[in-house]
């Protein structure tokens, strides 16, 4: 496929030869289960209720294979899956790899600025929505994007009734295709062959897309499958995009399914669906970035539920304080996994028998023998003193060697010898587990969500009343960073944050959890002492005014 770096031969032997990689695609391996689990519950909708077994979802999602080939959808076709937390995310996920084609794993609230985009990109050729999704009329957005965007040709709606020219993903569900066409038909994938397109946390301008191959993705949930010791007893609540890569491989759906698990699937992060799906459904591993174990533990009313299902916590996007990590066991009853996880694929696991200590002041090892990593210094590639803070590069089995069709960026953000530079800051913790300390990418980490600062700072440059601008992190007691906007306005304008918002979403169309969150005028932006804008000093400088 163009624009796609594959592992170097010698490596791609090596991970053969070692058996991280069999050769088979994602589905190959979902059918497996399917077939092994068939008459086991495998999803089951917190908010409708709806109970999937392993059979039926198996049989549903090639249904809907069979559609899309019928469609025209062909082998390495994209198709942008935007859904929210439903079993359709799913379905259309499997659906759309069955048929050959490749799911690019966008996130329920991104807009027309960001979907557009990904079309273009990728010259996708589908586009899976809900009609609306808070408020906002999805249909009219796809309509937009393909003004601009050639390649797409293929919507599905679900939801709601489809425009013309689209179609109702509900009623290709409904309608037994599979008796008319034999599955056999359905394109073969090559296990090299990018199977999924994740996105990047993002620092640049526009979000990467993430090509995990069938080999490497298969790998990566296998094996975390077993870090995390998933059994077909296991009941997991996912209440996180189900899109991103901690919820859907590590160990996520993928994972689980790989086991015989079953599956909650909520639409609605908050502590108290949680505590409610985790009472109603006997959950015993939940799947939750910081933020939200956080927003449990503080919660009023957790005495009300019966959270004594609970076994294990499986955290990660954002950094886990000890502080809390150490409340768990006492205030929840159950224990907690650290990952420290990124979509471009290095995985660091905290281990289920590690001490208490590691447990909860580190984020862990690298999940396989295969993987490679050091901690260097950022500008010469150095590795730095044991124990010192360097930067974290990675290399491995299921770590990509390149964002798609980005070569240019690909030359920064790999190493000469194909190690992913992370961005983030850490030191080796005596036990070899590492810690995580801060970052040199220029992101905020919103509850786990990343937002790239340079990506809204271009946004919001587009503004007419605007002279310059930079958005920083401020420090949130619940959802670790926000954003805040500094801007330096053109003579005589004015400017509040809602006015800037306004902006934001209705002339840029971007996502309402990327808009700054604070608003600060200079009249000059702070500079370092060789000329270079002082985010450093942005930074305090917001957060000392939150202090006071
Ligand atoms: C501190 N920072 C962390 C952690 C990620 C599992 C879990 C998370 C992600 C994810 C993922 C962190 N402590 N435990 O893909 O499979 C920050 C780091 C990292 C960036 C990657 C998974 N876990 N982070 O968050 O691609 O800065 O992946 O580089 O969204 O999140 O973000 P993302």
Not at 57 to 66: C, D, K, M, N, V
Request: charged residues 25%; proline residues 7%.
């Amino acid at each position: 496929m163009d624009g796609h770096v594959s592992y170097p031969p010698e490596f791609a032997d090596e991970y053969r030869k070692k058996g991280y990689w069999l050769d088979k695609t994602i589905t190959e391996v979902m059918d497996e289960s399917f077939e092994r689990f068939a008459s086991n519950p495998l999803l089951i909708s917190a908010q409708s209720g709806r109970v999937f077994t392993y059979r039926e979802f198996g049989a549903l999602s090639t249904r809907l294979a069979l559609h899309l080939k019928a469609l025209g959808l062909k082998l390495y076709d994209r198709v942008i899956l935007q859904v929210p937390n439903q079993p359709e995310v799913l379905l259309a996920y499997l659906a759309v790899m069955k048929a050959g084609g490749i799911p690019i794993m966008a996130l329920p609230p991104h807009q027309e600025a960001e979907i557009g985009y990904f079309a273009r990109h990728s010259d996708a050729v589908g586009l899976v929505i809900p009609s609306i999704f808070s408020k906002t009329d999805k249909q009219q957005m796809a309509a937009n994007i393909m003004k601009a965007a050639a390649s797409l040709k293929l919507v599905l709606v679900t939801g709601g009734e489809p425009r013309e020219g689209f179609h109702a993903l509900d009623q290709l569900l409904a309608d037994p295709i599979e008796e008319r066409v034999d599955a056999e038909t359905l394109p073969r994938a090559n296990p090299d062959a990018p199977a999924v397109l994740q996105l990047s946390g993002g620092t640049t301008g526009v979000p990467k897309l993430i090509p995990r191959t069938h080999n490497d993705y298969v790998y990566n949930f296998l094996c975390n499958a077993d870090i995390s010791r998933l059994s077909r007893e296991n009941i997991m609540l996912v209440a996180i995009p189900q899109e991103h890569n901690f919820a859907l491989a590590c160990p996520g759906f993928m994972g689980l399914v790989s086991r015989g698990g079953c599956e909650i699937l909520s639409s609605v992060p908050s502590p108290e669906a949680a505590m409610k799906t985790i009472q109603e459904h006997r959950v015993t591993h939940w799947t939750a970035v910081p933020a939200m174990i956080i927003g449990m533990l503080n919660h009023p009313d957790r005495d009300k539920y019966d959270l004594s299902s609970l076994q294990l916590i499986l955290t990660g996007g954002s950094k886990l304080n000890p502080e809390v990590a150490y409340r768990i066991r006492p205030e929840l009853g159950c224990d907690v996994q650290q990952v420290l996880g990124m979509a471009e694929g290095p995985l660091f696991w905290t281990r289920l028998d590690d001490p208490e200590e590691v447990r909860f002041t580190t984020q862990g090892r690298p999940q396989s023998p295969g993987d490679e990593f050091k901690i260097v210094e950022p500008a010469t590639g150095e590795e730095v003193a044991p124990g010192a803070l360097g930067e974290l590069w990675c290399r491995g089995p299921h770590t990509i060697r390149g964002y798609y069709r980005a070569a240019e960026h690909n030359a920064k953000a790999f190493s000469p010898d194909g190690y992913y530079k992370s961005g983030d800051l850490v030191r080796l913790h005596p036990t070899g587990n590492i810690v995580v300390e801060g970052r040199i990418k220029d992101c905020i980490n919103r509850g786990g969500e990343k937002i790239s600062a340079e990506e809204i700072e271009n946004h919001i440059l587009a503004d007419p009343r605007i002279d310059n601008c930079a958005c920083v992190s401020m420090p949130d007691p619940v959802l670790g960073e926000r954003v805040c906007a500094f801007v330096v306005l053109k003579p005589g304008r004015e400017l509040t944050l809602p006015e800037l918002n306004h902006f934001l979403l209705e002339e840029r169309r971007i996502a309402k959890f990327k808009l700054p969150e604070r608003l600060e005028l200079l009249g000059a932006m702070p500079l370092t002492n060789v000329g270079k804008l002082n985010k450093v000093a942005l930074r305090q400088m917001v957060a000392e005014k939150l202090q006071n």
